[in-house]
């Protein structure tokens, strides 16, 4: 199919199609979607969720409490906002099934750039996808079903055509009412459209944004007098009416009001009685008019806390549902979201070095976070992101003692996904003659940038301190193994001859036994093999060495025992990989002649340095980047 055919078929796909009173009747017998609510049609759009046992994956089980949890295709990429998403979905559940939420403004609140904006987009897209049927030619767009009474045609109604009596409870709009009048009260005289509800041509759907005291009235939510039609028809007739405003426009669709509460609170009174009664009442003496939709609003918590404080607002305060959307605490989500945010952007096909989404993901999760007590902010980071440091952090708390530590207001506060994406957007185009990004470029540019917002001297400093305390120096440990590992051809096997020979030193050891070296005939007593197990354990700081003997060997003859005999792989247990590399990496002069871009000594050094220039592309980094991250770790490690 043609690019063209594709669009013809999306057109002629939405394009009203009309019957009569009856036939839409006989259709509700049928199809319970022919009547269905705005919050019906909204919970058909966003679809099934998928639910996820927690306790089935690790990381998962340790975020989540091994809670069973649901996440929804339809907000696939809207990372670590679970909480957020499964509230808004709640609401839309409790408001179809005819609860206190069908009466309620869904309000999202949260920091700016957190994506509020582009929650409410999306509730936009998917209210598009389901149709719903109105009265043909009704500027408000509202329900054939409108047309009857609840009290002396709810029953017959019921009875007949199967519609449940709390669908019937509409007021007929006065547009509708002139009509019926002009048709002598013959209802079979209305005809009924199927609508796709549609952001583009704002049927039911709308976005209000609010104006200042000034010149905003109520007239842009329920719309005002056409006055090119008053040499035509009187004031309060309903032809006379432009039903413009954002409530007659979304009427059985979704209204989206933008910082609701930088409106004058006058502006806002048309909302309650929309929302509590299901009408309101026009500029001119007509009729009310009707409103079965969902309205959205969104703000910053700043107008939210003046509203809140604000006596004279609490008939509102208690009509409107809140869904606080913090930023994203978790550094692996907030990796996918600048990922995302990459893909539509011409950087998608950049370079990008290993480690540099990571470091922005930290700093910018480390500026939301609380500090704790007792315990570090970056065990805390880790520990939000479903690590687990039980050997490595024995001061880290559990995710829950940290949540119920820091409060509801976490995430609420601190550098926004915008802000850390302009700073990759900075980062990417450092360098004038390549278009990629490494951490080293990263680094810079945030202290730049970081004395360059103003900040409040308290907050730089804290901000300061993530980078030099925290991200700087690890990326030197990173950097280093990345170049070490890379320098090292036989890398792997390196690795794994340490490990065979520590196990079997160990285990020698803790059986008080002498040990002969097959291959060079060699007698290790045990003062000789305490002394070969402490050249590899003291350079990597083991305090209890005794300890972690046994808990090697335990864990070794554990694994030969599922290993068919064989010794696991070097790398399969944490804390012995970790003490195997730092013997491995000691010697950084080992590197010089290699690593270097000077000029080499010998063809044999040159074919080694183009090897190792080779693995590190091999890795994800530009030959550029080789030279710029091998010179910057050089320089760091003379240093320190």
Request: glycine share 6%; charged share 30%.
């Amino acid at each position: 199919m043609s690019i063209f055919d594709h669009v013809q078929n999306r057109f002629s796909r939405v394009q009203q199609e009309e019957m009569s009173l009856q036939e839409y009747l006989e259709l509700c017998r049928e199809d319970p979607m022919a009547y269905a609510s705005a919050a019906e049609r909204m919970l058909q759009a966003i679809g099934e969720p998928e639910v996820i046992d927690t306790a089935k994956d690790s990381r998962l089980s340790r975020i989540f409490s091994n809670k069973v949890i649901r996440r929804y295709p339809a907000f696939a990429e809207f990372y670590g906002m679970e909480e957020a998403i499964e509230q808004i979905v709640a609401y839309f559940r409790h408001a179809a099934q005819g609860l206190e939420e069908r009466k309620q403004i869904l309000y999202l609140l949260g920091p700016v750039g957190g994506g509020k904006s582009s929650l409410a987009e999306r509730l936009k897209l998917l209210m598009e996808h389901i149709p719903f049927y109105a009265i043909k030619g009704s500027p408000v767009y509202e329900s054939p079903l409108g047309l009857f009474s609840p009290e002396e045609d709810g029953e017959l109604l019921e009875k007949e055509y199967g519609i449940p009596r709390r669908y019937v409870k509409s007021v007929m709009s006065p547009w509708a009412s002139k009509r019926l009048r002009e048709y002598g009260g013959d209802i079979s005289e209305f005809k009924v459209v199927r609508l796709y509800p549609s952001r583009l041509n704002q049927i039911a759907i709308s976005k209000t944004e609010p104006g200042d005291e000034n010149n905003q009235d109520i007239s842009s939510l329920v719309g005002k007098v056409d006055i090119r039609q008053l040499e035509l028809y009187s004031q309060d007739d309903p032809d006379a009416y432009s039903f413009s405003g954002g409530l007659c426009k979304s009427n059985q669709g979704l209204m989206e009001f933008i910082e609701m509460f930088k409106a004058p609170i006058k502006v806002l009174h048309p909302l309650l009685t929309a929302t509590q009664e299901g009408n309101y009442n026009p500029t001119e003496g007509m009729g009310a008019i009707p409103f079965e939709g969902i309205v959205l609003a969104h703000s910053n918590e700043s107008e939210w806390q003046a509203f809140r404080n604000n006596r004279n607002n609490e008939a509102f305060l208690d009509r409107v549902y809140i869904v606080k959307v913090p930023y994203c605490l978790r550094v692996t989500e907030e990796i996918k979201i600048y990922k995302k945010l990459l893909e539509h952007s011409s950087l998608d096909q950049a370079p990008c070095a290993p480690d540099t989404l990571r470091m922005l993901a930290q700093f910018s999760v480390l500026s939301r976070l609380k500090e704790p007590e007792n315990s570090s902010i970056y065990s805390k980071m880790r520990i939000y992101d479903g690590e687990n440091l039980k050997d490595t952090d024995p001061k880290a708390k559990s995710i829950q003692e940290y949540r119920d530590t820091a409060g509801v207001d976490e995430g609420m506060s601190g550098l926004s996904t915008r802000f850390a994406f302009k700073i990759l957007s900075k980062v990417f185009n450092f360098d004038n003659h390549e278009i990629a990004a490494n951490p080293v470029h990263l680094l810079y540019v945030l202290e730049q940038r970081l004395e360059q917002e103003q900040l409040p001297k308290e907050t730089f400093e804290r901000y300061l301190r993530f980078i030099k305390e925290f991200l700087a120096p690890r990326y030197v440990d990173f950097i280093g193994k990345e170049i070490q590992t890379a320098y090292l051809e036989s890398y792997s096997e390196y690795g794994q001859n340490i490990f065979d020979r520590y196990v079997t030193y160990a285990d020698f050891w803790i059986q008080d036994q002498e040990y002969r070296d097959p291959e060079t005939g060699e007698l290790f007593n045990r003062q000789s093999l305490n002394e070969e197990l402490e050249k590899i354990e003291k350079p990597a700081g083991i305090s209890n060495p005794k300890d972690f003997r046994h808990e090697v060997v335990n864990f070794v003859l554990r694994a030969r025992a599922q290993n068919n005999g064989m010794n696991p792989s070097w790398q399969s247990y944490e804390k012995l990989r970790g003490v195997i590399e730092h013997k491995m990496f000691a010697n950084t002069e080992e590197l010089l002649p290699v690593i270097s871009f000077n000029a080499k000594a010998s063809t044999a050094d040159q074919k080694k340095h183009e090897d190792f220039v080779e693995r590190m592309k091999d890795r994800g980094y530009t030959e550029k980047q080789v030279r710029l991250l091998s010179e910057w770790y050089l320089r760091v490690r003379k240093s320190q």
